[in-house]
């Protein structure tokens, strides 16, 4: 799989896709396996767009249970390849060159909506600039790479669904919540995933 490969399963071109295929590559390059089941193991520390190439090029997947999300905003990716302890942790470290003070006032525009085509001709050149730059770069210049020792994950477990005593819907049962003496789902429950 190619760059050109995760743009269409991510849906467009951008820095956060580029970043993630670099992140990805190297975790293969380092780790020598694509994960076909379980074996490979990736830990990702943001939702941002670069999971996506993490999915696609690793194979670590929701479903399959070997990519697991840790909501701290950081753009970190640590891999893990089962059975051993030591995984590889892959940290951005790379800064886009800083924008001049025109360019910062459109990116300024762009955030707060202003999608006119002067306004998104300047972005689209940026977001090109800065992928290109990414997929240029050497690995030194866009990542701080160690080899850590981490607690195995467990293997993806697969739970009996139950049905929600109050809206009818099958819920995971580790995922229900006892209220009243009957079975809820988080939503009915009130209680904040």
Not at 92 to 100: I, K, N, Q
Request: glycine share 6%; net charge neutral.
């Amino acid at each position: 799989m190619n760059f050109q490969d995760v743009i269409k399963f991510h849906g467009h071109a951008c820095p956060g896709v580029a970043i993630g295929y670099r992140v990805a590559v190297l975790a293969l390059k380092e780790l020598g396996l694509r994960a076909k089941d379980e074996e490979l193991v990736a830990i990702v520390e943001n939702n941002s767009c670069a999971v996506d190439a993490v999915q696609l090029i690793c194979g670590c997947t929701f479903g399959k249970g070997n990519l697991i999300f840790k909501d701290y905003g950081k753009h970190v990716y640590t891999f893990i390849k089962r059975p051993e302890p030591e995984a590889v942790r892959i940290a951005v470290s790379w800064e886009p060159p800083a924008e001049d003070p025109e360019t910062a006032a459109i990116w300024k525009r762009y955030a707060a909506g202003d999608r006119t085509p002067e306004v998104t001709a300047v972005v689209q050149d940026r977001k090109a600039r800065k992928m290109k730059a990414i997929l240029e770069a050497s690995e030194a210049e866009l990542f701080e790479v160690r080899r850590i020792m981490v607690a195995m994950p467990e293997t993806a477990k697969i739970y009996p669904s139950i049905n929600c005593a109050k809206c009818g819907e099958n819920v995971m049962e580790p995922k229900t919540r006892k209220v009243g003496g009957q079975f809820l789902c988080i939503p009915c429950s009130g209680e904040e995933a």
